[in-house]
């Protein structure tokens, strides 16, 4: 967008306080240096630098700034969406009659999340963190997962997949709900090979989810996938003032973590985007990626991709597989094409290097 | 017993006055002291805090919003995003966290389109949103010494000339027959209460929008009371004055500059509302607005002059008097729109609003005694027709000019 450094961006950060942090990011991302190609590569093509954060400080007054004022401390939260996006916790493995048995623990508890830079959401979360832990086991395995409710409210897990009604995880039906300092172990083979999700069932249904308590639960096929720089981002939204609908949206919980810090991917390396819709209170989610298409296997439960596509929509609640290799280095911008929840959050870049 | 009471009574006898006056104070002073320093026990907040926030004053520069907010609330109130039309923008602000009727300055950055509707969201610390409507975008006028320049004239051009105009109606009044003059005071009358209730309106209409800890709409009340009394006792002054110097004359024109003063009070919150609202952008100073004004203004020339119309001679230096009556009652229009567009702020404006309601109430208790008829009567059949036709006069001319 622009190569020359903007008087207007160095008198800002001298302003100090809220503005100095919001002007910090375009600043860092001016006076870096790039790997040498990506700058050759943005100088040649006038490309490279769309978007990000700096439209707000150009030379014309009347230009739209993207994103935040400020950034999230991971410290605060205790987790940082960066690492949530390749983080799987694959559980304690265990043999059990000549079969493989994966053991996770699970805790809920109520904790205060800073959602947007700044901005505090009373939530409900599994293990800390929005998501929860993305769960991973391979097909016909067992799961056992040791579930503690530390929270002060009744919850459950539910999971997506094929399982007897005890292991549901629904207030109606034994056990039911799992009150305040109770605990319970929910086991159940890991099929059908897929993506999945799990969250809690208690009633009301839509605040349970809506307040944290979800995430992401990853079958793999038995022959495995092909080796793949492999990604969670779970699509959520936050109702801070309790209007029923979503002031902020992101992925991986915090309002462009991914904009304000792209996610670096390497050129040409397979890319697998585990991608679940967790939405409450809007109807649809969507993604879209910037400048490259990608394979799309809904609910990852076959092997052949159905769709070569760069644009999905994804119902509460659905979820799929993308795969995808980018040709050309740059940052390459990912969001909803649902252009209200990109312009409240859920916006992002890939930064592809060589 | 009541030996114990004549001692207290006693002893307080003995010291001075003021202590003894000071005595509940300082008891006072110590429970309270006691309770502060126990960390006032049991009174914890229940629950989440308080966020109450008001948008006192909106400015639109180009790619610019500046709005001007108050908290309106018991408790701090920390703003850390904004959101304009579902989408977060970049904004820099005064204050982190607003103390309890603080005030913060927010300027946000966004490339607004003229004419078209913004809905401003604050988003706080602990999620709650404060949404603020921009109607119609349309840029703030700077305020150069042209802007004020426009201003002052709009303010001569509904305030200073039509009640100038009105007035040149007092040779005819002189000449016409006593009952009429009668019939114009009644008519003032009629005038005046639609000014009041008018005044009482729009003053809780504006104190509505403004922040609600500082009074809202009960500073109209307030501004009212204050204005009744206080003219009261002007006149009491005026009347004591009079009666030293000589008695002929001095009823009427006295009458006549408390009209005078009523509607300048009243034109003060006029021009105010003028003001505030071209500052805004949400009014075009047409000409029809104008017409309007004049129009209507000048009915309030002929309130000034009906009280000194009453058959005797006209006193010497009659014109330089009734020039300032006219500017009394005309040029707080001006002073208005000024206030209004450089520093409007909705409980100023309400609390001016009352004053005027007040001032025209005490004014139309000064001029009902010229209405009774040859019985008393202060509601007779004359004096009842002329105040339903200053209502209905004011109605109608009213219609011209609703911002």
Known sequence: MKELPDPKISRRKLLGGVAGAAAAVPVLHELVPHQGFHDQFARATGRGHAGHGSGGHGPNAGSAHSGAIGTVDPAVNGFDPHAILRDFDRGKVKREGGRTVREFEIVAEDREIEIAPGVKFAAWAYNGRIPGPTLRATEGERVRINFVNASSHPHTMHFHGIHVARMDGVPQTPPGNIDPGRHFTYEFDAEPFGLHLYHCHSVPLADHIAKGLYGAFIVDPKGGRPKADEQVMVMNGFD?????ENEVYAVNTVA???HDEPIRVKRGELVRLYIVNILEFDLLNSFHVHANFFDWYPTGTKLEARDFTDTVILGQGERGIAELRFPYPGDYMFHAHVSEFADLGWMGFFRVED | MEAGQATVEGAARRLPAWLVGLLPLALLGIAIGLFVSLGAPGLDRNGVPVEELSVER?????????LTVRNDGPD???IRQVLVNDAFVAFEQTSDDIDRLGGDMMTIQYPWIEGEAYAVKLLTATG???EHAIGAAAETPEADVGFYGLMALVGIYVGLIPVAIGMLWLPWVRRIDPRWVQFLLALTIGLLAFLGVDALLEGSEIAAGGPQALGGASLVFLGAGIAYLGLAGVDGWLRGRGERAQAGGAGPWRLAFLVALGIGLHNLGEGLAIGSAYAIGSLALGAALIVGFALHNTTEG????????KGERP???SLPRLAGLGVLAGAPAILGTWIGASAFDPSLAALLFGLGAGAIAQVIVQIAPSVRDAGGRLLNPL???????GVLLMYATGLLISL
């Open chain 1, 240 to 244: 801070t003032n309790f209007d029923r």
């Open chain 1, 256 to 258: 462009f973590a991914y």
């Open chain 2, 58 to 66: 909106t400015v639109l520069r180009p790619g610019e919003i500046e």
């Open chain 2, 76 to 78: 701090a109130v920390g």
């Open chain 2, 128 to 130: 709650a949103t404060f």
């Open chain 2, 302 to 309: 002929l309130a000034i002059v009906a009280p000194v119309a």
């Open chain 2, 315 to 317: 006193p010497k230096r």
């Open chain 2, 383 to 389: 004096a009842s027709s002329g105040m339903v036709a």
